[in-house]
């Protein structure tokens, strides 16, 4: 497998693209040591310091239709969580793909594709770990919302053990999808959700509506279904928040 390594880099997901517009093959990884770019969901920043985290982005090619595309996030997701489990962590998967703890983010994941209606070309799914920061060392305006494996264990990580046990797990579960699709995926995410069953404030990405319900079950596209109280509500892409 091709792992390409970067000291610093604008943004792996940019890189990853790049790479895949010149026909890089499936299964290609770029890995930074810092990113000056980096990029998060919504249009925002993603902090990124050197030697501190796993800032990395995967190149797939899959057989299957644009509209699945959002749940290859989903997979990434699972597979942090099932490298924490193996660091003898306790995952917790907010819907979509983040993971967090004590309700502050660890990781956030943004996927990237380039598709026709009929197939996909590429997808880049780009993964920013929190390992071993420190809580003083994030900038003060996400210190409140941000949280690192190190903060969780309570002592630093194995950067690069814990890298190769994501890679692994997003190995074996791209080849799981492959050969019997996404349901058993969607299950293990269910297994790490902390969003199903609670009382949930939707902003819709679209049309910014809000809305408030429980959140009962994540649907075979991965969609959010929403109980509100004019009946069930599915949401595609949007923010979701847990009501305190
Ligand atoms: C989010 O939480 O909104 C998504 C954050 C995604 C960050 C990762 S870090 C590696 C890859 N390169 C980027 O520029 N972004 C993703």
């Known amino acids: 497998q091709n792992i390409i390594c970067h000291e610093e880099i604008d943004s792996t997901n940019n890189e990853a693209k790049r790479l895949a517009r010149e026909g890089a093959a499936e299964g290609t990884v770029v890995v930074a040591e810092c990113q000056t770019g980096g990029k998060g969901r919504l249009e925002r920043q993603f902090f990124s310091p050197k030697g501190k985290g796993i800032w990395f982005s995967v190149i797939l090619r899959p057989k299957f239709l644009p509209q699945e595309a959002p749940k290859c996030t989903l997979m990434a997701a699972v597979a942090v969580a099932r490298a924490m489990a193996e660091f003898g962590l306790e995952p917790g998967i907010k819907w979509p ?103 949930v404030k939707v902003i819709g990405v679209r049309d910014g509506e809000i809305y408030f319900g429980k959140a009962a079950d994540i649907d075979e596209d991965g969609a959010l279904l929403v109980d509100t109280e004019e009946g069930r509500k599915k949401v595609l892409a949007g923010d979701v928040s847990i009501r305190p």
């Open 97 to 199: 793909n983040d993971l967090l703890y004590e309700n502050k983010k660890l990781v956030g994941i943004l996927t990237e594709m380039s598709a026709e209606m009929d197939g996909i070309n590429y997808i880049v799914i780009g993964t920013g770990i929190n390992v071993n920061i420190e809580q003083s060392e994030f900038p003060e305006d996400i210190r409140d919302v941000a949280t690192s494996l190190c903060m969780m264990k309570g002592e630093p990580l194995p950067r690069v053990k814990f890298f190769q046990a994501v890679l692994r797990a997003m190995d074996d579960l791209y080849a799981q999808v492959q050969a019997q699709g996404f349901a058993p995926v969607l299950q293990e995410w269910r297994k790490y959700s902390i969003t199903l069953g609670q009382e």
